[in-house]
T-cell receptor
Framework: GQNIDQPTEMTATEGAIVQINCTYQ??????LFWYQQHAGEAPTFLSY??LDGLEEKGRFSSFLSRSKGYSYLLLKELQMKDSASYLC??????????WGAGTKLIIKP | DTAVSQTPKYLVTQMGNDKSIKCEQN?????MYWYKQDSKKFLKIMFS???????INETVPNRFSPKSPDKAHLNLHINSLELGDSAVYFC??????????????FGPGTRLTVL
């Protein structure tokens, strides 16, 4: 079957760095997405990786290893507004998105 | 200025009723989607339309029927509502059919509660 695994919840301190991991097993691979979702709001796009390596966008970076079925989202200089759920999603061989359950990130002062 | 809009934002109704959720996008995108987000926060695709034609129809009960009057609108009709239909429903759109290369823009969501 198809499976996306992420930790359910993480806690970090304002100003620190946090890494949210995602492992996947899917029928085919056509890219991996990270979305941010604040409570009660729609998910918003953060990043897309299809090749191995690190993609950096400001305070957020996303890494992909296709051979390991693994990705992580790295958030630097954490701010209180980064408290949200972070969703990992993989496009399978049919280009359909398989979503993880999301990681709830709690930022403490 | 709203890119993807949904109405209503909240919908509370009784079991057995029929209801509709409307979605409109003003981005000029060709593809629109309906997702269901359950209590465990899983986002599951239900339907995908490209230029008013159905291209993805996941295994959902036939009580759910999408209707696309034009490529800017994709409405979701639900007949004979059941308790298990309670969830948040998200509409989304993207420029192309291939979700692996195009960012999907999500609407604000409609929280449906069936009593």
């Amino acid at each position: 079957g198809q499976n996306i695994d992420q930790p359910t919840e993480m806690t970090a301190t304002e100003g620190a760095i946090v890494q949210i991991n995602c492992t996947y097993q899917t029928s085919g691979f056509n890219g991996l997405f990270w979305y941010q979702q604040h409570a009660g709001e729609a998910p918003t796009f953060l990043s897309y990786n299809v090749l191995d390596g690190l993609e950096e966008k400001g305070r957020f970076s996303s890494f992909l290893s296709r051979s390991k079925g693994y990705s992580y989202l790295l958030l630097k200089e954490l701010q209180m507004k980064d408290s949200a759920s972070y969703l990992c999603a993989v496009a399978d061989s049919n280009y359909q998105l398989i979503w993880g359950a999301g990681t709830k990130l709690i930022i403490k002062p | 200025d709203t890119a993807v809009s949904q109405t209503p934002k909240y919908l509370v109704t009784q079991m057995g009723n029929d209801k509709s959720i409307k979605c409109e996008q003003n981005l000029g995108h060709d593809t629109m989607y309906w997702y269901k987000q359950d209590s465990k926060k899983f986002l599951k695709i239900m339907f995908s339309y490209n230029n008013k034609e159905l291209i993805i129809n996941e295994t959902v009960p036939n009580r759910f029927s999408p209707k696309s009057p034009d490529k800017a609108h994709l409405n979701l009709h639900i007949n004979s509502l059941e308790l298990g239909d309670s969830a948040v429903y998200f509409c989304a759109s993207s420029p192309e059919t291939d979700p692996s290369t195009d960012t999907q823009y999500f609407g604000p969501g409609t929280r449906l509660t069936v009593l």
